[in-house]
């Protein structure tokens, strides 16, 4: 296998719900599951503004960065990542890693750490 | 006041209509046009940005011009014009595809701010007055679009 292919191959998802949308997080930058806590951002407002997290949400942990998604399922097998086409390369601050084609569906992959910077400016300055 | 003379074009250009509105794209951009399946919101994205799709292993970005232009429509588009520059693909969804054409008229900035500065003409098709995107620069400015 080229260096290519391996760059081009992402091993290890949590897949994620969001209301009716959904999200892939790479597993490894998931340090734990939580039940949310107040103020933590829910990924559903990234896709509609003003969208609430229900009651049964689970919150994705990342060092000091967290994000709250409506269900979570891990998926352990190696899929292509896709790049990001370039008008949304600035989406969510950046944070967008990729998408991945799985289950006849396409799912954006999320960078918590570039997320994370995303959020605090005075991180990224 | 100088009078710009018309201009008649020498390239083809793809005509497609989007609302009410026609546009054009130069024929050499326009790489396919394509059934639009169902999309993928992505989080974070502008909202003339409706979603994006798979196709042939790429993830292509639909971008909605009666948002950009300001004349929202509820359509929902079956079809979508592909365009491709070396500053990337976006699908643009079409009402109707009406074919390549030669196109006269003015070739001039519709405006001076957003979208419309990527806009040109008012340029004349057989269909009526169309708008011609500056497929260069409107995935440039796209790509800066909050």
Same mark, same amino acid.
């Given at each position: ?34 039940v ?10 990234g896709?509609?503004?003003g ?5 049964d ?6 060092h ?30 950046g ?14 992959v ?11 400016p005075?991180?990224?300055? | 006041?100088? *009078? ?15 609302g !009410?509105?026609?546009?054009a ?12 399946? !169902?999309?993928?919101r992505?989080?974070?994205?502008? *909202? ?42 976006v699908a643009?969804?079409? !009402? ?20 419309? *500065? ?12 169309v708008a011609?995107?500056?497929t *260069? ?10």
């Amino acid at each position: 296998m080229t260096s290519a292919e391996v760059i081009d191959q992402i091993e290890g998802l949590v897949l994620c719900r969001v209301g009716e949308d959904r999200l892939a997080v790479r597993a490894r930058e998931i340090s734990s599951f939580d039940v949310p806590q107040p103020g933590a951002p829910y990924a559903g407002e990234g896709f509609s503004p003003g969208a609430r997290a229900p009651a049964d949400a689970k919150l994705l942990r990342h060092h000091d960065t967290s994000l709250v998604v409506d269900t979570v399922e891990v998926h352990a097998e190696r899929l292509r990542l896709l790049a990001v086409p370039a008008v949304l390369a600035r989406a969510w601050g950046g944070a967008l890693a990729g998408f991945v084609e799985t289950g006849g569906l396409l799912w954006p992959v999320l960078s918590l750490e570039r997320f994370h910077l995303a959020r605090s400016p005075e991180v990224s300055s | 006041m100088l *009078q710009i003379p018309p201009v008649a074009d020498v390239h083809g250009h793809l005509v497609f209509a989007c609302g !009410s509105s026609l546009y054009a794209v130069p024929a050499d951009t326009a790489s396919e046009v394509v059934n639009l399946p !169902s999309l993928t919101r992505v989080p974070g994205a502008p *909202q003339h940005l409706l979603g994006v799709f798979a196709h042939r292993g790429e993830v292509l970005p639909v971008v909605d011009l009666t948002r950009l232009t300001g004349h929202p429509l509820d359509e929902a588009f079956k079809r979508a014009v592909l365009v491709r520059t070396p500053r990337g693909a976006v699908a643009l969804p079409a !009402s109707r595809v009406l074919g390549v054409t030669t196109l006269e008229g003015s070739f001039e900035r519709l405006g001076d701010t957003g979208v419309h *500065q990527h806009l040109r003409g008012p340029a004349r098709a057989a269909a009526g007055e169309v708008a011609i995107i500056d497929t *260069q620069t409107f995935i440039e400015f796209l790509s800066t679009a909050g």
